[in-house]
């Protein structure tokens, strides 16, 4: 059994789930995927929420896991909605927060990936991309914030955008590239 077959990416959303899915498997790595809700505490930092949901689901299971916690971060508003962004999309939306953004429209998305009980410490993958927000919502595909925000070096909105190309571009994509690569090449030099 690889390494990648011994984790268990725990998620509540089948949009994550989907994309990462397609990440492990443009390496030709198995994933396993349990659909649950982890516990989530309330922190600004993405890594001590990825941490605490990743003990959860490793306590739940009882087997390697790792969970993905990402956050909008908005230049104009001081980095809201960040580690609250799933939140604020419930209550506000996309119209909402586009009514907040001024004419900086810079922002980054940021995600954490925390692996838990594959090894004897705790493992935390990042990704960041930088971007803009765009004027209005604009593609069908992807979730949450993708379709107003427009990746550094695209045109596109992440809505606008296959999963594939998504994957290329998003924050998500390169913690999880992260993961896949100390999986199979930097862990066999600890």
């Known amino acids: 059994m690889s390494p990648g ?11 994550k789930a989907r994309e990462i899915k397609a990440l492990f498997r443009s390496q030709n790595v198995k994933l396993n995927i349990h659909f649950a809700k982890t516990m989530e505490i309330q922190s600004e930092n993405l890594a001590e929420i990825a941490l605490f949901s990743s003990i ?31 939140y ?7 119209d909402g927060l586009l009514r907040l953004v001024g004419k900086n429209r810079k922002a980054v998305f940021k995600s954490v990936v925390c692996v838990y009980g594959l ?19 604009r593609g069908k595909h992807g979730f949450g914030y993708d379709p107003i925000f427009i990746p550094s070096g695209s045109g596109k909105t992440l809505a606008e955008m296959s999963v594939a190309e998504k994957n290329r571009f998003s924050h998500r994509g390169r913690a999880v590239r992260k993961l896949l690569r100390w999986l199979y090449k930097d862990r066999r030099k600890i």
Do not use: C, M, Q, W
């Open 119 to 137: 090894v004897d410490r705790p493992l935390l993958f990042t990704g960041n991309v930088s971007g803009v927000i765009a004027p209005k919502p």
């Open 56 to 86: 959860d689901a490793y306590n739940y299971l009882r087997r390697p896991v790792f969970v993905e916690d990402a956050g909008l971060f908005v230049e104009e508003l001081n980095g809201f909605p960040g580690p609250y962004s799933s």
């Open 5 to 15: 077959e011994k984790l268990t990416f725990v998620t509540s959303n089948r949009h």
């Open 88 to 94: 604020v999309y419930s209550t506000l939306g996309l």
